[in-house]
């Protein structure tokens, strides 16, 4: 089960950011792998500290996770992590502003890693929501740099092993009865330098890069649907493979109709004598008009029911209903002889003026 992560650094939701690194510096170092060779609680207490601190330290993830909790982090894309080799490989900066180290001896950063993925928010009209649509969406993403082939060095040339530590992204120092490995401050755990840096990419081995995307919206989805494509993210780093895409659905209002789970309810209006001496309406649906029959005495707010005539299910078979509701029409615009009428008919039932 997803743990609290202001329980597991034992602070509240208003802790200063300051504090909230004391709490978590004080946990790793307690729980931290090399301190605790072979125990493997001190290892799990050590990545749901990292975990909790990741989210909490950073304001926009604390925000998510406050407003939405977990299910609100995994909306943006956020996993948590898996193991030691995601923390120290994807957030050794985290330990770097903490204590000054970052990944565990031996590990390297140059290891291959997926790619970033990404978000696009798609607003779709009601109907295209309840029936599906094909549609194409545009967005921007980072891919590897055409001009350099995705080695950040100018062509002709390519990346040098780092002369500080010797191509392997860490340099080990002791510290007591701890032998650290921190990140290299010249290649920031990469292993390698570049001397001549693409002009295109300025040495990042990546660009901007527009893309123009099919897209299948199934039919009922709604605000809030969720839908994926894999690899359809940012490039990898190192021969890695391409992040996902998120396509967060959000629905134009009907001018007629309203959503209840997969049911769409709408209100038509009928006239007094319609709802007195029954009657037989056209009502608007979603695939067209329908009869209705209005039976004889129909009082105000009465609810009717069209079976199989609302949206269908997304993951599943068959459709909701129309759910209708009546209001009746009182005339306001009487004339002599209607008013007339009226007193006869208010007569006859024995009713006072």
Known sequence: MNKDYYKVLGVGRDTPPDEIKKAFRKLALKHHPDRNPGDREAEERFKEAAEAYEVLSDPEKKGIYDRY????????????????????TNFGDIFEDVFGFGPRRGRSRTAARQGSDLRYDLVISFEDAVFGTNTEVELER???????????????????????????????????????????????????????????????????????????????????????????????????????LYVFIQVEPHKFFERAGNDVICTISVTMTQAALGSNVEVPTLEGTERLKIPRGTQHGKIFRLKGKGIPHLRGFGRGDQIIQTIIQIPTDLSRKEEKLLQEFAKLRGESK
């Open 142 to 244: 980072l891919e590897g740099c055409r001009e350099c082939g995705g080695s950040g060095a100018t062509q002709g040339t390519a990346p040098i092993a780092c002369p500080t530590c010797r191509g392997h992204g860490q340099v080990t120092r002791s510290s007591g009865f701890f032998t650290i490995s921190s990140t290299c401050p010249t290649c920031r755990g990469t292993g390698r330098v570049i001397e001549n840096p693409c002009t295109h990419c300025r040495g990042a081995g990546k660009s901007p890069v527009k893309k123009r995307l099919q897209l299948k919206i199934p039919p009922g989805v709604e605000t809030n649907s969720r839908l994926r494509l894999r690899g359809e993210g940012e490039d990898g780093e190192f021969g890695g493979p391409r992040g996902d």
């Open 69 to 88: 909790g977990h299910e609100g982090l995994r909306g943006t894309g956020f996993q948590g992590f898996s193991g030691f080799e995601d923390i120290f």
